[in-house]
């Protein structure tokens, strides 16, 4: 199965890491690291996230918990491939990320 990144995902995960490390030097780098250990669950055992609370549609959006930090790897699974879509802040702007649902030809 194919993995693939949303740019903006990447860039989320980028800004929130400066966020953090002018906060605390080094915890960027310990969002980045817990951030590529949930990409790393999801691309080995995809279905074992719960779907997405908040969204209702018919794709199979699921959520994969961020450890230690208060965010969610926001991802989609269909049969061929697992789209990371948002690093997603847990309270915040739910469902903001939808229009790359759309994007993405689903």
Do not use: C, H
């Amino acid at each position: 199965m194919t993995l693939v990144i949303r740019p903006e995902a990447i860039e989320e995960l980028l800004a929130s890491a400066l966020w953090y490390d002018a906060r605390r030097q080094g915890l960027g780098n310990q969002l980045i690291d817990e951030t590529w250990a949930a990409i790393e669950r999801i691309r080995t055992t995809p279905q074992a996230f719960g779907r997405y609370e908040f969204y209702r549609g018919p794709d199979e959006v699921r959520r994969a918990p961020v450890a230690r930090f208060p965010y969610g790897v926001i991802y989609l699974v269909d049969p061929d491939r697992i789209a990371i879509l948002a690093l997603a802040p847990d309270k915040r702007r739910p469902l903001y990320w939808l229009n790359r649902l759309r994007d993405a030809g689903y």
